[in-house]
């Protein structure tokens, strides 16, 4: 996917991606990040921040290595992934970062609350500009 982006972007223009797998068996989650905010991920210990990916948006460079972080993964546990609007905050005329999607993560054990509150935080948002998705996996 990444070379054919390459082929097909116009230069300097790239696609940002953030794809798992959750092998239940395993009881492991496996992700790779081309440019996209780092995930949250809580496991039975805490709720943290995958590393940040080093790896550049697709179709940058077409002979880019994407490496895949694998991560433990049990049930109870959840994955939050998120696109960058949904961190920006319009403040008279300028987008600041947010910090709240990271504080309802870390307080949020349990993937229902997290969810209803992020509800009501993409809700609370206005005059956003850039796309805003949220995805939450639980097993």
């Known amino acids: 996917l990444n070379r054919e982006l ?7 223009h790239g696609v940002t991606l953030f794809c798992w797998r959750c092998d239940a068996a395993r009881g492991e989650i496996t992700c790779a990040n081309a440019g996209h905010p780092p995930p949250f991920i809580r496991s039975q210990k805490d709720v943290r921040q995958l590393r940040r ?9 077409p002979h880019q290595d994407y490496q895949p972080q694998v991560t433990p ?3 109870g546990d959840w994955l939050l992934a998120y696109t960058d609007g949904v961190l920006d905050v319009f403040s008279g005329a300028t987008y600041t970062p947010d ?8 307080k949020n054990h349990d993937a229902l609350p997290l969810y209803q509150r992020l509800e009501e935080y993409l809700e609370y948002q206005s005059d956003f500009i850039d796309d805003r998705s949220v995805m939450l996996f639980s097993v």
Do not use: H
């Open 73 to 75: 993964f049990a049930a």
């Open 99 to 106: 910090g709240t999607l990271e504080a309802l993560a870390r």
């Open 6 to 12: 390459s082929e097909r972007l116009p230069v300097r």
């Open 53 to 61: 990916a080093e790896s550049p948006a697709l179709g940058i460079n």
